[in-house]
């Protein structure tokens, strides 16, 4: 049963968001409309993927962020700094720097291996990787975390009230709410004008979208709010599901329907602009609310299957590009229905994504102490 102390249904929202993470990138081999460098794209595509892409890629990683920092600041008071920096390079920085350096590049090489670009790896690691296609694939979500647990040490150490444990709290106003929204909304507003929606940039070492840096920083600090001021905890603020269910739902509608009628890019007129901005910050807040109202009520709990799935999300996090593009590779010479491949080839990389974290990531000397 769970208790008090231990809030297992953020830990299952975390195995279920990173879960969505794995959907929504074996979904892109699929989708119509595809980012041309995408890893894997199949001559097999529908419409459909393409609409569930635009709608799980908005909610997932502001959850993520979410979750780290409510879970940031009770590491922080148990710990002490010194420790909690040492427990992130180790679980966070190291594992960021690896991926950035030695994993990215083989991922980002399966754009030129499944189109048969004739270019060795050596080649491409030389060259193109650190030009056209740098990127840091999914490790970049670990370096703007590393960052922000820093940011976080240097803020604590010098702010006693933040060090201060959390009292019970007053459940949150609408106020708040709108204030987030509007916040945030005007990141996503504010970058538009500049940049396409789905654009990736970097700064120095750092990888992210310039639309949606509001977010990350903005959810991480709301983590911080909301365990400070004892949401989730029994005295605390407990969401209610059906209203937060029915915003996510008429607000994803609505920014998906905007997304498949209007342009996307900074030649947008402003009123669709700020609309998109508007719609993509609600569905967001609305999504995390309404996965937090459902899990509390519903999976709560440290069952075997969400207790290894809890236990296993970083871990699939990581690995699973090394393990979903050359599945998808190794599907698109397979003549089935899309609908078919593109389950198969999903559901095998969070079966084979888990498998490989409980049983090697988990198992192995040092590893185990990263994940």
Not at 225 to 230: F, K, N, P
Request: proline share 6%.
């Amino acid at each position: 049963m769970p208790t008090a102390k231990r809030l297992f249904f953020l830990d299952n929202l975390r195995a279920f968001v990173v879960i969505l993470v794995i959907v929504l990138h074996g979904s892109m081999s699929y989708m119509a409309y595809a980012p041309q460098w995408w890893y894997v794209l199949d001559p097999q595509n529908s419409l459909l993927f393409t609409m569930l892409v635009l709608l799980i890629d908005v909610p997932i990683m502001p959850i993520l962020f979410f979750i780290a920092g409510y879970f940031a600041l009770p590491s922080l008071d148990r710990r002490g700094i010194k420790a909690f920096v040492r427990e992130k390079t180790v679980r966070v920085g190291l594992p960021w720097v690896f991926g950035a350096l030695i994993l990215a590049p083989l991922i980002a090489y399966m754009t030129y291996f499944s189109r048969h670009v004739p270019m060795g790896y050596l080649q491409f690691w030389a060259t193109d990787f650190w030009t056209k296609l740098y990127q840091q694939a999914v490790y970049w979500y670990l370096g703007i975390l590393f960052a922000m647990f820093l940011v976080l040490a240097l803020v604590y150490k010098s702010s006693p009230r933040l060090r201060k444990s959390g009292a019970a709290g007053a459940a949150p106003t609408w106020k708040l709410f709108v204030l987030f929204v509007a916040l945030t909304g005007a990141g996503f507003l504010l970058g538009g004008l500049i940049f396409p929606p789905d654009t990736w940039s970097h700064v120095y070492v750092f990888v992210f979208q310039p639309l949606r840096l509001s977010f990350y920083i903005g959810y991480f600090i709301l983590g911080l709010y909301a365990q400070r001021h004892g949401w989730f905890r029994p005295d605390g603020y407990h969401p209610s599901a059906w209203p937060w269910v029915w915003t996510c739902v008429i607000s994803g509608l609505a920014y998906l329907g905007i997304r498949m009628a209007a342009p996307s890019s900074p030649q947008a007129p402003i009123h669709i602009q700020t609309l998109t901005a508007l719609l993509f910050s609600v569905f967001c807040m609305a999504a995390l609310f309404a996965g937090a109202a459902v899990f509390q009520e519903r999976l709560n709990g440290d069952g075997r299957t969400w207790k290894s799935l809890a236990a296993n999300s970083y871990g699939m996090y990581y690995v699973h590009p090394l393990i979903l593009y050359p599945l998808a590779y190794v599907f698109v010479a397979l003549t089935l229905p899309v609908f078919l491949k593109a389950f198969l080839v999903i559901t095998l990389a969070v079966v084979v994504s888990w498998l490989v974290s409980a049983f090697v990531l988990k198992k192995l000397p040092g590893l185990r102490k990263v994940f």
